[in-house]
Nanobody, 124 residues
Framework: QVQLVESGGGLVQAGGSLRLSCAAS????????MAWFRQAPGMEREFVAA????????YYADSVKGRFTISRENAKNTVYLQMNSLKPEDTAVYYC?????????????????WGQGTQVTVSS
């Protein structure tokens, strides 16, 4: 099992920026990829971005391309999500996730470990 702890959420005005962090511990040797998902009230959890732990290939949802950047720091077992040009529709609880398989998927139920989530609120 991998344990994940997110930080960095908060309240920001539209057009502003936030940086989320997610630190992994435990069976980190089993990590194939890490990702960020988000869930707004009454909505399904949706994929935001992912990064392969080896090689660093990145994947983004169309809604955040060009505004969000996912990165990793292997030595610290930490993944980051830099969010720029934030919009009110980005408001959600953001979750960090780990996948131990061999394919990156955008389906939340196919990810194996989850953090507790961090709230991001963008005011208009």
């Amino acid at each position: 099992q991998v344990q994940l702890v997110e930080s960095g959420g908060g309240l920001v005005q539209a057009g502003g920026s936030l940086r989320l962090s997610c630190a992994a511990s435990g069976r980190t040797f089993s990590i194939y990829a890490m990702a960020w998902f988000r869930q707004a009230p009454g909505m399904e959890r949706e994929f935001v971005a992912a990064i392969r732990w080896s090689g660093g290939t990145t994947y983004y949802a169309d809604s955040v391309k060009g505004r969000f950047t996912i990165s990793r720091e292997n030595a610290k077992n930490t993944v980051y999500l830099q969010m720029n040009s934030l919009k009110p529709e980005d408001t959600a609880v953001y979750y960090c996730a780990v996948r131990e398989g061999v394919v990156v998927t955008t389906t939340s139920r196919e990810w194996h470990s989850w953090g507790q989530g961090t709230q991001v609120t963008v005011s208009s």
